[in-house]
């Protein structure tokens, strides 16, 4: 498996690379957009680590991920950032991203999360689900409503993704928080994303249930 980490402190870069490398990933690493551009023209990765603040300004990493959305990529993306905001957070997650994790962190726990995005892209091979005039391709990362592609952040693709997967459970808020917003610090984030796959989709498509919400039903 293949992950590309852009990174633009050495201190920081190589330990990251070093501890994926004896965790037998194919880690390689970048310090500026230029390198990140032609380690993928040399061979798309299926998860990117991508540190938000860079030499090319202090929000290059967004730009950069929200680029390579736009050109096609579907594998994994985690940003590093020292920012924590609920702003910066909701940012992030819409122009791609799929993870957040804030500096410092241990590196343990960055593997964790590098290995669920591995797991999570293994898995939805080949998977559609369709309910009504939803269709949600696993694979493609696409969601259709009435045969039209419907644009989705990674965030609400990932919100509607487990939602999907799980079509007849009952997702507690704390569950749905510590899967797709580990480390948020108030449901605040999740009634965001609820909120927006109601407006691109359907008020049903999110059900709200006592302490949580599910897959709906038209």
């Given at each position: ?35 990140a ?14 540190d ?12 950069f ?48 999360r ?6 999570r ?19 493609e ?78």
């Open positions: 498996m293949r992950v590309l980490v852009l990174e633009d402190e050495p201190g920081l870069l190589e330990p990251i690379l070093a501890y994926l490398r004896r965790e037998r990933l194919e880690a390689v690493g970048a310090r500026s957009l230029a390198e551009y032609r380690l993928l023209e040399e061979g798309e990765p299926e998860v990117m680590v991508v938000v603040r860079l030499p090319e300004g202090e929000d290059a990493g967004f730009r991920a929200e680029a390579v959305r736009r050109a096609g990529y579907r594998g994994g993306i985690l940003f590093l950032t020292a920012r924590d905001a609920l702003e910066d957070r909701v940012r992030g997650l819409d122009l791609g991203g799929d993870d957040y994790l804030v500096k410092p962190f241990h590196l343990e726990e960055l593997l964790a590098v290995r669920a995005l591995l797991r892209g293994a898995s939805f091979r080949g998977r559609v689900l369709e309910r009504g005039p939803l269709r949600v391709d696993f694979a990362r696409r969601v259709l409503w009435k045969g039209k592609e419907v644009a989705l952040s990674g965030k609400e693709f990932a919100l509607l993704e487990l939602l999907a997967l799980h079509p007849e459970k009952a997702f507690p808020r704390e569950e749905l928080l510590d899967r797709i917003f580990p480390g948020a610090e108030s449901e605040a984030i999740l009634r965001v994303y609820v909120q927006r796959l109601r407006q691109k989709l359907a008020p049903w498509v999110v059900e709200r249930v006592p302490g949580g919400y599910r897959l709906g039903s038209p």
